[in-house]
């Protein structure tokens, strides 16, 4: 696969990453923005979108998901690549810039790279299944891509919080079976959801395996046969199944940025707070994973940092061509 060629990768499309496309369209260089979820926004997208923040400048409150539409909205006239659903793991340094590679096997080759990547990339929490990769992507999936994919399917929903429930109210309509593990008979869903499942459950339409536990996975070749669960006296069962939805929540880890050299802080990027410059040349670091004395951990704080590692960018990319500093209010924006 040939290489996509931009002047700045940037890690991750949290609000910081979306806010330094728009800080380096304005200087003229063209980025693309990588990130391990299916969306962008990060946290404010996939962990609380509907909650009102109230510290970000010139809005005395503003829902997360909202805030997030206004950031893409705001880079959107410098048309930014985004390449979704895939965690960076391989960054090395090629020729003046470097060459990145997305777990799907996408090639970037970027002359600086920005690492905005939060507390880490999201990704599932994973059940602890014996040979358990093997059915992932063929019956075992984290998140539910087309709904008719389940029609006619025997299937199995594990967790107990709102995506396991509302998916078991959505695939009762059209699965064959819909069974859901939870290691408790209290669901953590909004009430009314809970309250429809409780009386799906009453009518017969699914079946409540609980309090019951995921305990292995019968299958060969990535096909799933059964799922066997067990409840808290080891007493087990074993659920006729073509589908394991298992939903216990995203996780987030540092991952492979650990593992490419930059000088580390208690899982944070070491940088120089001027420029954000990490401790490899032509790599820097902003918003919540960036680390230097006094760092506060806050959106606003990544937007100041996007701009100024937006400024160091330039100067590193245009050694010869000072930059002649302009408002954007002098500059206006393109479109
Ligand atoms: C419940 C809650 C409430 C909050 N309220 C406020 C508030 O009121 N005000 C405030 O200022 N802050 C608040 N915060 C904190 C705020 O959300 C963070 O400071 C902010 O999200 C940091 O933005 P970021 O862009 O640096 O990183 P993130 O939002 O964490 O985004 C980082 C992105 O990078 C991706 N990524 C990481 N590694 C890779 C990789 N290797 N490959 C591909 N992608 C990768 C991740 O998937 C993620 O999407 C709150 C946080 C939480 C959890």
Redesign the pocket.
Known sequence: MTAQDTDIAI???????LFAVFEAGMLKMRCHV????EAVG???A???PE?P???IPGFPKIGAQDLIDNLAKQAEPFGPTYLLDQ??VELAPEGSGFRLKTGNGTTIKAKAVLI???????GPNRPPLAGLAAYEGKSVFYLVRRREDFRGKRVVIAGGGDSAVDWTLSLAEIAARVMVVHRRDKFRAAPESAAKLAQLAKSGAIDLVVPYQLDGLEGADGKLSAVLVKDLDGKTRRLDADVLLPFFGLAMEL???ANWGMALQKGHLVVDPATMATSIPGIFAI???AAYPGKL????T?FAEAAAAAHAVYARLHPDTPLHFEYSTTKGVPG
């Open positions: 890690i991750g499309a949290g609000p910081v990453g990588i990130d391990s979820l990060g946290q404010c996939a962990l609380y909650k923040i109230y510290d965690q960076v905005a990547a939060g507390a880490g990339a999201f991952g492979p940025i918003g919540d994973i951990k806050l959106i606003l990544g």
